[in-house]
């Protein structure tokens, strides 16, 4: 009986996890205004793809990805120019979907509680994925 309430716990939390992040529909094309300068580097809305090992992709706010990461924030902001930047686009070949499900969870919940004056929930991480996170 503790197994299966074990189980169905864990399968509410897997079930709240991956709903919350739920791949958007791709970003429309950045509009364009008289200047032919592009808006969308000051629209907090636009979204970076982020591939994992699998292929799997997942949408993140700029602005959310730029400001919780120097990776990201190097590769989309970055002097050089990066690919990444020009594509919206980010491969995370090294990194499984599981796992960047749960990067993408707490860039979200970084910025969501950021500015709190009040208790900050906890941020649960699953014993299992913990030491995949760490690599």
Same mark, same amino acid.
């Given at each position: 009986?503790?197994g299966? !309430?074990?189980?169905? &716990? @864990?399968? &509410?939390?897997?079930?709240?996890? @991956?709903?919350?992040?739920?791949? =958007?529909?791709?970003?429309? =094309?950045? =509009? ?16 970076? =793809? /982020? *591939?994992?090992? $699998? ?14 990461? $120097?990776?990201? %924030?190097?590769?989309l ?13 980010? !491969? ?6 599981? *796992? ?6 707490? /860039? ?10 009040? %208790? #900050? ?7 299992? #994925?913990? /030491?995949? /996170?760490?690599?």
């Amino acid at each position: 009986e503790i197994g299966q !309430r074990q189980t169905a &716990a @864990t399968t &509410a939390a897997t079930t709240t996890a @991956t709903t919350s992040i739920t791949p =958007k529909p791709p970003p429309q =094309k950045p =509009k364009m205004n008289d200047d032919n300068e592009n808006e969308e580097d000051g629209n907090e809305n636009s979204y970076v =793809k /982020l *591939i994992s090992a $699998e292929g799997d992709e997942f949408y993140l706010q700029r602005q959310i990805a730029v400001s919780g990461s $120097e990776t990201m %924030r190097a590769m989309l902001e970055g002097a050089g120019r990066f690919r990444e930047s020009e594509e919206s686009l980010v !491969r995370f070949p090294d990194i499984t979907s599981h *796992i960047l499900e749960k990067v993408v969870q707490y /860039l979200q919940y970084k910025v969501m509680h950021s500015n709190s004056n009040s %208790r #900050i929930p906890e941020f649960v991480i699953e014993p299992e #994925i913990a /030491l995949e /996170l760490l690599g």
